[in-house]
Every structure is written in structure tokens, then in C-alpha cells.
């Protein structure tokens, strides 16, 4: 399976590699081919299904999230401000 997701090790936005044996959980970056492993179990299914659903609030503030498509694409995000920076908060 592949997800969409921040790589720690070249702190791109990059599809991600994730295969199982029902015991152990291989994630690699298709970018700069990173992996590390966890545990195959509820907890790393629902971390999965978490960083699929945040992404599509992600996308919302970076669209270039969009462009990845194929293994080995990635996009590095740059911070950007809050759109709501006419807000002053609550009075």
C-alpha cells in the first residue's frame, strides 16, 4: 500500500511504501528510500488511516500536496502564514 506523507529523514512530503507480514510494518520513502518498521497492528493501521485523513485538510492549505502521483515524487512545503491573519481574536 502507499500513502502520502512527511518523511523524517529528507523532510519532503513524498508517497510512502508500506508493506506487512502481519507482524512487522516496513514504511519506506520512495524518495530517498528511508524505511524503518513498527509493529503490524491496530495502533499503525489506525496511525494510517489518521494521516490519510489529515492530508485532506493538508491539501486544503498546500494544493501542492496534489502533484504526488507516483512513487519517487515529492514536494518540499514551505510555512506559510494563516489566511485569517485579518483576525485579531476574541474581545
Known amino acids: 500500500m502507499q500513502i502520502k506523507d512527511l518523511c523524517t529523514s529528507c523532510d519532503c512530503w513524498t508517497i510512502t511504501t508500506i508493506e506487512h ?17 513498527m509493529p503490524w497492528d491496530t495502533n499503525t493501521r489506525f496511525l494510517i488511516r489518521s494521516i490519510r485523513h489529515s492530508l485532506k485538510k493538508r491539501t486544503k492549505q498546500y494544493p501542492e500536496l496534489q ?18 491573519s485579518g483576525s485579531t481574536g476574541c474581545k
Open 67 to 84: 502533484e504526488l502521483k507516483f512513487a519517487g515524487d515529492f514536494v518540499k512545503l514551505e510555512p506559510r502564514a494563516d489566511k485569517k
Open 21 to 37: 507480514d502481519d507482524k512487522r510494518a516496513t514504511f519506506t520513502c520512495t524518495h530517498c528510500k528511508n524505511e524503518f518498521e
